[in-house]
């Protein structure tokens, strides 16, 4: 009888735990994804009535532990890539549009793991983004991804139920800032400081 009460009890502190992970869930859900999206879109619009086709960037990128730098001319569809000490392909070539691509990542919602079917956990993003003032480019973006019990799942307490424990889902955290050094304007009759030249990447 005793152990029946226990369970009983323990069964009322996950609803309501539930309950409230789930409201809290809805409410973040509705209202952050939202903001970044009209941001985003705000500035897109003020860098596309910028008309700049052509431009010399420099970004600073930090991640993994390391810090890096990308210098790359664009003209058109073209991109001369003046230094690159970052190397990663996961980057790609930090142009303005690329920088609007990996800001467009903190409106995406959860993703589950280890599968839909199975969605225990989930990798969230976070962080914030700068918008330039007068241009409308991504001057700064800093977001960290990492893994969190996904509480509003039905997997999850199934999970428990079955364990009588709590689902591990703790994962090193995966976090990115990038720093628009410079962007100064080009125009068509100026000489590209070709070092490496590649037409423009679609990169992931």
Same mark, same amino acid.
């Given at each position: 009888?005793?152990?029946?009460?226990?369970?009983?009890?323990?069964?009322?502190?996950?609803?309501?735990?539930?309950?409230?992970?789930?409201?809290?869930?809805?409410?973040?859900?509705?209202?952050?994804?939202?903001? /970044?999206?009209?941001?985003?879109?705000?500035?897109?619009?003020? =860098?596309?009535?910028?008309?700049?086709?052509? /431009?010399?960037? $420099? $970004?600073?990128?930090?991640?993994?532990?390391?810090?890096?730098?990308?210098?790359?001319?664009?003209? +058109?569809?073209?991109?001369?890539?003046?230094?690159?000490?970052?190397?990663?392909? =996961?980057?790609?070539?930090?142009?303005?549009?690329?920088?609007?691509?990996?800001?467009?990542?903190?409106?995406? +919602?959860?993703?589950?793991?280890?599968?839909?079917?199975?969605?225990?956990?989930?990798?969230?993003?976070?962080?914030?983004?700068?918008?330039?003032?007068?241009?409308?480019?991504?001057?700064?973006? +800093? =977001?960290?991804?990492?893994?969190?019990?996904?509480?509003?799942?039905?997997?999850?307490?199934?999970?428990? =139920?079955?364990?009588?424990?709590?689902?591990?889902?703790?994962?090193?955290?995966?976090?990115?800032?990038?720093?628009?050094?410079?962007?100064?304007?080009?125009?068509?009759?100026?000489?590209?400081?070709?070092?490496?030249?590649?037409?423009?990447?679609? +990169?992931?």
């Amino acid at each position: 009888m005793r152990d029946v009460l226990l369970r009983a009890r323990c069964w009322r502190i996950v609803w309501v735990m539930f309950l409230a992970a789930l409201s809290l869930g809805l409410i973040a859900s509705g209202a952050i994804p939202a903001t /970044y999206v009209e941001r985003r879109e705000t500035a897109q619009q003020l =860098w596309k009535s910028q008309s700049i086709t052509s /431009y010399h960037i $420099v $970004v600073r990128a930090f991640f993994a532990g390391r810090v890096c730098a990308q210098e790359i001319e664009v003209r +058109g569809t073209r991109q001369y890539v003046l230094r690159d000490t970052c190397n990663s392909s =996961w980057l790609s070539s930090l142009t303005v549009d690329r920088l609007f691509e990996l800001s467009a990542r903190l409106e995406a +919602g959860p993703e589950c793991f280890p599968s839909q079917r199975d969605c225990v956990c989930q990798r969230v993003r976070a962080g914030s983004i700068e918008y330039h003032p007068d241009h409308g480019f991504p001057s700064t973006i +800093g =977001w960290r991804r990492e893994m969190q019990p996904n509480w509003q799942h039905p997997a999850y307490w199934k999970r428990v =139920w079955q364990t009588h424990e709590l689902p591990n889902c703790a994962s090193p955290v995966r976090s990115l800032r990038l720093e628009v050094v410079s962007l100064t304007p080009l125009y068509d009759y100026e000489t590209p400081r070709l070092y490496h030249a590649s037409p423009a990447a679609d +990169g992931s």
